[in-house]
């Protein structure tokens, strides 16, 4: 292991201190707003206290109260717990605090808006930082406390966004004297990270200059109603009213068990009636950003419609099979029948006949051996792949929007979550450790199995790299003509290759149909 030394940046805040190896300077734990507890706990974020002296910043710093990944999904995916009131805070990476200017990559973790943090070991900011980038990964609040709809609340909705927004005001602001150029940022993120990038898209905020959307969805948006309801039920399950002062007066584990309960009802029974439909819409999210007409104005798939964000190029991205992950890591990889998924078939909303359709395949498809195959297809479908091509649809089709480059992994992980055999296969956030090209640790091979190919973690890699520094790929932009997908790891091999409208009758499946419009 090569030796550390220090090296000191002054922020608009005060001095912090980073450490230095391999040539990496990295900066952990800065805050970018003031520790949202007592009466900012329901608050937009405020502004953080200068400090006097140096304030180190070494180790990550604390995380976002939410409740622990349980089951199978616990025993491979990293979600680590970090004590501390000071949960709004961010990290840099960065080759040369003194540098003239390089591009900057703003990392937005996944976790459905309810777990994650940016201490995941995956997203070791280093490896973009190698390659020329200053690398900036953050936290926001999340669950009740980043989405909850509290009207009598400072700050009714959306807190997690405005968190999100003031982090990149930071960087707006700050970093320049780590090196970086604020008139070049690519903000990225995955999940509920990509969904934020798009919500981000639709503020227009022009905080940004590209976006990376990895397994997003455009058409995610509670309306205030719906996020009531959700709301009122973890108020219910707790035995309050749900105000601002009752929700302050709980103790923070038992708002967790009462929120994680709730989740798992809406995931696992999802009920249009108890929740509403745009919280059905969301596919078994419980907590997501709310459509209140001023923190967030529209759902993010309309405004992009209206021309916001049109400046901005996109490149996004999907696994081949994404649902598996919520299927083959939890009970439902043991439903055989397929009534057994009637609920959820009605309460997301998919057209009738569409089970029928995903059970026959055909060619170009990926295994869809019994129930919990074709199910996983169809909600890859119907929650990512298709809303992603609309959003890629929507821009192509207007004059002067900036392109939108689409790709997808194929790779298959043969790690078996479960007790009957079934694999994670490309699944969903398959693709972070080859993203970050961290395949080599312990925490990324608990979900890639113990042989990543590292061909693969190269190029996908190089080509987030290289979008975030020159917003090109060297493919074509997606167009409603050929609909090019570069498509990485194509039929489970290690290559990649441009493919033509991937499973053309089933993206043809759904055309007209509301929930994906």
């Known amino acids: 292991m090569s030796e550390q030394s220090t090296v000191e940046v002054e922020t608009t805040q005060g001095t912090v201190s980073g450490l230095v190896q391999g040539g990496i300077a990295r900066f952990l734990g800065i805050p970018y707003a003031a520790a949202p507890v007592g009466d900012l706990l329901f608050d937009a974020p405020q502004p953080f206290e200068s400090w006097a002296g140096v304030r180190t ?80 990964s953050f936290n926001y609040r ?29 960087v707006r602001e700050n970093i320049a004297r780590f090196g970086g150029d604020p008139d070049n940022v690519t903000v990225a993120g995955e999940s509920a990270g990509a969904m934020s990038v798009l919500a981000l898209l639709a503020r227009d905020d022009g905080l940004f200059h590209r976006g990376i959307v990895q397994s997003g969805n455009g058409h995610i948006g509670q309306t205030p109603a719906d996020a009531d309801k959700v709301l ?11 105000t601002v002062e009752a929700f302050l007066d709980v103790d923070v584990e038992e708002l967790l068990k009462a929120q994680a309960t709730v989740s798992s009802d809406i995931s696992q029974k999802p009920n249009s009636s108890a929740y ?83 059970k026959k395949g055909g060619t170009d498809t990926y295994p869809r051996s019994g129930a919990s195959g074709v199910a996983s297809a169809l909600f890859t479908d119907r929650m990512f792949r298709i809303p ?79 979008f975030a520094k020159t917003g090109t790929v060297p493919w074509a932009a997606y167009d409603t003509d050929k609909r090019p997908v570069m498509t990485y790891a194509h039929n489970n091999t290690t290559s990649h290759q441009v493919v033509e409208d991937p499973r053309q009758s089933e993206r043809t499946w759904w055309d007209g149909h509301p929930a994906t419009r």
């Open 276 to 358: 509403g439909a745009s919280t059905m819409a969301a596919c078994g999210l419980s907590f997501m950003p709310v459509v209140d007409g001023t923190t967030l104005p529209k759902r993010p798939i309309e405004a992009i419609a209206d021309g916001a964000g049109d400046r901005v190029p996109l490149l996004m991205g999907t696994t081949t099979e994404e649902f598996r992950l919520f299927i083959v890591s939890t009970i439902l990889v043991a439903w055989n029948l397929p009534s057994l998924y009637n609920n959820h078939l009605t309460c997301y909303s998919v057209p009738a006949g569409s089970w029928d359709e995903y």
């Open 142 to 170: 999340l669950g009740v406390y980043g989405y909850g709809y509290l009207p009598d609340a400072p700050a009714p909705a959306n807190r997690g966004l405005l968190d999100q927004v003031a982090a990149l005001r930071w």
């Open 388 to 466: 992603t091509y609309r959003v890629a649809e929507t821009r192509s089709q207007r004059s002067g929007a900036a392109p939108t480059h689409l790709y997808e992994l194929g790779w298959r992980s043969p790690v078996t979550p479960n007790n009957v055999g079934v694999k994670l296969g490309a699944c969903h956030s398959v693709d972070l450790p080859y993203i970050w090209d961290t395949t080599e640790l312990t925490e990324s091979k608990k979900f890639t199995g113990p042989n990543p190919p590292k061909p693969l973690a190269q190029a996908l890699h190089k080509a987030w790299a290289d």
């Open 57 to 136: 910043a070494h180790v990550y710093g604390a995380t976002a109260p939410k409740p622990p990944l349980g089951g199978r999904l616990g025993e491979i995916v990293a979600d680590p717990d970090i004590e501390g009131e000071e949960w709004l805070n961010l990290n840099v990476w960065t080759p040369d605090p003194q540098g003239p200017g390089l591009p900057v990559l703003v990392w937005i973790h996944g976790g459905g808006f309810t777990t994650g943090s940016s201490a995941v070991p995956t997203y070791d900011g280093a490896t973009f930082a190698r390659d020329g980038l200053v690398c900036v």
């Open 232 to 242: 009122k039920a973890v108020a219910d399950n707790l035995g309050i009213t749900p």
